[in-house]
């Protein structure tokens, strides 16, 4: 198991910027794809962004290419989601999730919830128009 934990969310108005973080104290964390989720009141869980574990693979869902960018930073087993240009849509729970990859595909990013195994705790997002 893998202990991630995200910061970084807030109140923005709209067109505003956020950088959300997901750290963790393990050592072998760049054996891990990270993915980025979200979760508005009333809706499922949905794929944002995510990268590789060699961090050089990376993958954003349609409403948010061009706006959001993901990279990772292996020395200090973080993980950041920049998010541009942000919208009231965007308002959601945010989440940080891993999935060690290292007997799989260099170049894997998981794109479903069910494929990660681990999972933060969440940071709140609101965009106000």
């Known amino acids: 198991q893998v202990q991630l934990v995200e910061s970084g969310g807030g109140l923005v108005q709209s067109g505003g910027s956020l950088r959300l973080s997901c750290a963790t104290s393990r050592r072998t964390f760049s054996n891990y794809a990270v993915g980025w989720f979200r979760q508005a009141p009333g809706k499922e869980r949905e794929f944002v962004a995510g990268v590789s574990r060699t961090g050089l693979d990376l993958n954003y869902a349609d409403s948010v290419q061009g706006r959001f960018a993901i990279s990772r930073d292996i020395s200090k087993v973080t993980v950041y989601l920049q998010m541009n240009s942000l919208k009231p849509e965007d308002t959601a729970e945010y989440y940080c999730?891993?999935?060690?990859?290292?007997?799989?595909?260099?170049?894997?990013?998981?794109?479903?919830?069910?494929?990660?195994?681990?999972w933060g705790q969440g940071t709140q997002v609101t965009v106000s128009s």
């Open positions: 999730a891993a999935r060690d990859t290292f007997s799989g595909k260099p170049y894997w990013v998981p794109l479903t919830p069910v494929e990660y195994d681990n």
